[in-house]
């Protein structure tokens, strides 16, 4: 059974930082599509940025550099270090894994639970 558990979120003041990291275990493939989606109240859920089954890093053209995602392949764990981070960054973030491309907002793969990140201004 395919397990995705998100950890880090909490409360921060605006200009902070936070780490995220994501577990996945119970997967058929050691290699695997990994990545960030978050979800504000009322908003669609947004894509953040992945690593890919064979190691390339992708982001979304809204992080503008402020973060950075690395992954852990011999822990199958993937961090998010979120940084300068504003009060319009408050969302669930979500990992999600999927072995057979990659995961998508629609939401294809396997998700976690989500993480909340609280940004007060």
Known sequence: QVQVVESG??????GGSLRLSCAASGLSYSRYCMGWYRQAPGKKREFIGL???????????????RWTISKDSAKNIL???????????SA????AVREEGCPGVAGTGYWGQGTQVTVSS
Request: aromatic content about 12%; proline content about 3%; overall charge negative.
């Open 9 to 14: 979120g909490g409360s921060v003041q605006a």
């Open 51 to 65: 690593v890919t089954k064979d190691g390339r890093t992708l982001y979304a053209d809204s992080i503008e550099g």
């Open 79 to 89: 961090y998010l270090q979120m940084s300068s981070l504003k009060p319009d960054d």
């Open 92 to 95: 669930m973030y979500y990992c």
